[in-house]
């Protein structure tokens, strides 16, 4: 049967393949270290669970919810900005409630891409960032870029490539997967170029929080004038270790911002208001919470990195997010990034998320996620010891199980 026109504009979800061979190993009794998709393990911090349970039991509270969120709510994280970023945002025009920043990119790419509308997109980037735009009929130009001085002429490149004139850049900082921090005069420039050439910005910050040297990360709002070409989205999925929970959110320009809340009005009713209720609460909060979240992943960051190295894969140590971008080890770089987290679950009992499902451009690398504590990580760090020097050994091995069969 023929698929639909959407779907077959879909590749293959790469990532499936690596999770069939993880339940199968499963199945067969193996015990899997997952270090594969960024699902956060931390409970969500007590005093917002204690505050979900107070407000379900009122039963007005289950009615239909608000799709662009409770006053309270948006308030909250108008606040939140204000205190993190400076950025003065006006919470009822400028600030709409998401059931987290996936579904927020999702919409906003329905909201405002016309068929064959082109959109500059990192890669490797996050998949929704590009494919919210390829469902919603736009044409991706794909930027290998990082957030230093060779950003501008890359994009300047897109755009002279690019017929019809892009509509809009994403950005990504604190990046997923490759965990690289933008600075703030970073943001000036691009805000520049972005009201010089009459191009959106949508800034994917659900990271902000998850940083380990010192430095806050910035938002792109807090360049002046920037609100005038921007929508930023965060998440607390992270940063209040509330991943099932979806509640996230999109700030910034005011055309924007109504044009994502008219058509989430015609989509959902908004999350649950006992949701939305603790996620204001957890917002209003000293920060407390978001700073042990932090150190949690600070020490498994410090663990990984250190662990892995004496094992014999030498790994950056990521400056923000819960991921490390890790270098593919030249013995197995040319198997790609698939290939090799296939063998990594099969003779390591470990997985990862392989790099080309960010992109092809990360095909040299896979992502490891910091979301197993830190004698499963050190545990890791041995199985893959083991598998490093069997290979070293025995070179044949390196041909994955499953291309075999």
Known sequence: MEEFHKVRRLPPYVFEQVNRLKASARSRGADIIDLGMGNPDLPTPKAIVDKLCE???????????????????????????QRRFGVKLNPDTQVVATLGSKEGFANMAQAITAPGDVILCPNPTYPIHAFGFI???????????????????????????????????????????????????????????????????????????????????PSVLQVPGAIDVCVEFTSMSKTFSMPGWRMGFAVGNERL?????????????????????????????????????????????????????????????????????????????????????????EHADVAVAPGIGFGEYGDDFVRVALVENEHRIRQAARNIKRFLASTAKQPNNVVPLSARR
């Open 55 to 81: 407000v379900v039991r009122d039963p007005r509270t289950h009615r239909y919810s608000s799709s662009r969120g409770i006053p309270g709510l948006r308030r909250a994280q108008a606040n939140y900005y």
């Open 135 to 217: 469902m919603s009929g736009g044409v991706i130009r794909s930027l290998q870029v990082e957030p230093d001085d060779g950003f501008i002429p890359a994009v300047e490149r897109g755009i002279r490539h690019s017929i019809p004139k892009p509509l809009a850049l994403i950005l990504n900082y604190p990046s997923n997967p490759t965990a690289l921090v933008a600075s703030l005069d970073f943001y000036k420039d691009v805000v520049a170029f972005a009201k010089k050439n009459d191009i959106i910005i949508l800034s994917d910050l659900a990271y902000s929080e998850i940083y380990f040297d010192g430095n806050p990360p």
């Open 257 to 345: 911002i109504a044009a994502l809340t008219r058509v989430k009005s015609y989509l959902d009713y908004g999350a649950f208001t006992p949701i939305q209720v603790a996620a204001a609460h957890a917002l209003n909060g000293d920060g407390a919470d978001i700073a042990e979240v932090r150190e949690v992943y600070h020490k498994r960051r410090d663990v990984m990195v250190d662990s892995f190295s004496r094992a014999g894969w030498t790994i950056p140590a990521p400056a923000a997010s819960m991921f490390a971008w890790a270098p593919i080890p030249e013995q197995f770089r040319q198997l790609g990034s698939l290939e090799f987290s296939k063998l990594l679950i």
